[in-house]
């Protein structure tokens, strides 16, 4: 049960994943865990990190902005 309240979330890993930056869940783990990602400017080694809509993940240089489902 959620409340209206709670922001959407998703794992650091899983996003990795699904923006592309990373062909499987493996990979992501391994990048993450080798400090090569980096969630609003830190160094993120924490593969179950919660990611929020207006998180800044970089990867290979690459920024992406995290946001919410319902967001157009």
């Not at 062909?23 to 609003?40: D, F, P, S």
């Not at 593969?47 to 919410?68: A, F, H, M, W, Y």
Request: glycine fraction near 10%; proline fraction near 3%.
């Amino acid at each position: 049960m959620t409340s209206e309240t709670e922001p959407e979330t998703i794992c650091l890993d899983q996003f990795l994943k699904l923006a592309g930056v990373c062909g499987t869940g493996g990979q992501a783990k391994v990048r993450i865990q080798a400090g090569e990602v980096l969630v609003n400017g830190r160094v993120e080694t924490r593969r179950r990190r919660k990611l929020v809509p207006g998180d800044t993940v970089i990867c290979d240089n690459e920024q992406i902005v995290v946001e919410s489902d319902t967001e157009s």
